[in-house]
């Protein structure tokens, strides 16, 4: 699980595996936002809302690029995606008429309230909420744009959705200045009930380094430790505890990001840069478009030769992570692999 500044803050593409092929839609509904988080991609920010021709035409783009009976999923970004309720809800009605579907968004839970809560219920969507962990550390960083702290509200809408029985997720991102206490965060919303909780580094922030990223394995070695305790909430950080082989890209296949204007890009790590668009839903994917990137998707790393973690690390598949963060698809990132030595150690521990 990889959170991207660039594009797309606090959140997380929810792929619910069923061991078949589907097709997945990441549908930027709005790229407004309430909140003023440090860590927000402000380079990237748009004030726009998806409209309704393009409400219409990204259905119509689904319909044509969906597998047909199977589940596939649509997922609702932003911006703060609530913002566009009206919208999401048009979506879900419309997809409902074409085929089967699982439905997803992410949230800073500041603006959910009955409607809201009834219609996620109604139409079981899954929903992944952004809470950084104690008061603290979450007003730290997620503020609104008087300063002001948004703990208490995300709070209450996390107590909101389980009182409703929906399905939810805490979504935590961790900087510099908040990783040596990630056991206290995850610990206090492990104390909230919550059952499934995930966390991630802001991999762009350019102030990591190795002393740091040591107090964060410590940190996590502690939480797992807990946990498995415990047996209270599911923990994941970066990636499970299973070692797996890593497929390839299936960006612009069957895995489209489709931004409140409608041009499509292939990863969410690269929506509105303008030299990544494969597309839009008023003509389709543009195969030339898609092949100067596609290209790349079963290559090997240039910097990965003879490492022992090479086909089970994200920039094996992730070519466009690799991009992003090096500028160059066949080079993994310094920052990357360091995370993933640090999951294989903790694996170790953990299979042993």
């Known amino acids: 699980m990889v959170i991207w500044k660039k594009n797309v803050q606090n959140t997380v593409i929810i792929l619910i595996c069923t061991g078949e092929i589907m097709s997945a839609f990441n549908i930027w509904v709005t790229e407004?936002?309430?909140?003023?988080?440090?860590?927000?991609?402000?380079?990237?920010?748009?004030?726009?809302d998806m409209d309704d021709e393009v409400l219409e035409k990204t259905v119509s783009f689904i319909r044509e690029n969906m597998e047909q009976s199977k589940t596939n999923i649509a997922n609702f970004h932003g911006g703060e995606p609530l913002l566009a309720i009206d919208s999401i809800?048009?979506?879900?009605?419309?997809?409902?008429?074409?085929?089967?579907?699982?439905?997803?968004?992410?949230t800073n839970g500041t603006i959910v309230n009955d409607f809201v809560l009834d219609e996620l219920k109604k139409n079981h969507v899954y929903v992944s909420l952004s809470i950084d962990g104690t008061k603290e550390i979450h007003d730290f960083?997620?503020?609104?744009?008087?300063?002001?702290?948004?703990?208490?509200t995300a709070i209450k809408c996390l107590k909101a959705l389980q009182d409703r029985d929906i399905n939810v997720r805490v979504r935590m991102t961790?900087?510099?200045?908040?990783?040596?206490?990630?056991?206290?965060?995850?610990?206090?919303?492990?104390?909230?009930?919550?059952?499934?909780?995930?966390a991630m580094i802001d991999l762009y922030d350019d102030r990591w380094t190795d002393s740091l990223l040591d107090v964060l394995k410590e940190q996590l070695i502690m939480i797992h430790m807990d946990l498995q305790k415990r047996k209270k909430s599911e923990f994941s950080f970066y990636s499970d505890l299973k070692m797996k082989k890593k497929g390839l890209c299936d960006g612009g296949i069957t895995n489209f990001n489709i931004s409140a204007d409608g041009i499509i890009y292939p990863c969410t790590c690269l929506v509105n840069d303008k030299e990544y668009m494969i597309g839009s839903v008023f003509k389709g994917i543009d195969d030339n478009l898609l092949y100067k990137h596609k290209v790349y998707y079963d290559k090997r790393n240039i910097t990965c030769n003879g490492?022992?973690?090479?086909?089970?690390?994200?920039?094996?598949?992730?070519?466009?992570?690799?991009?992003?963060?090096?500028?160059?698809?066949?080079?993994?990132?310094?920052?990357?692999c360091r995370l993933e030595h640090i999951m294989h150690s903790i694996r170790l521990l953990y299979n042993d």
Do not use: Q, W
């Open 141 to 152: 960083n997620r503020k609104n744009y008087n300063g002001s702290g948004t703990y208490n």
């Open 32 to 48: 407004k936002c309430n909140l003023s988080c440090s860590y927000c991609y402000e380079d990237k920010k748009r004030y726009i």
């Open 307 to 336: 490492c022992k973690n090479e086909y089970t690390c994200l920039s094996k598949r992730c070519k466009y992570i690799n991009k992003s963060l090096t500028g160059e698809y066949l080079t993994a990132s310094p920052i990357i």
């Open 89 to 106: 809800m048009k979506i879900i009605k419309l997809c409902n008429k074409i085929g089967k579907f699982n439905y997803s968004l992410t």
């Open 174 to 198: 961790v900087t510099p200045e908040t990783v040596s206490v990630i056991y206290n965060s995850v610990m206090s919303i492990a104390d909230l009930h919550a059952e499934t909780i995930v």
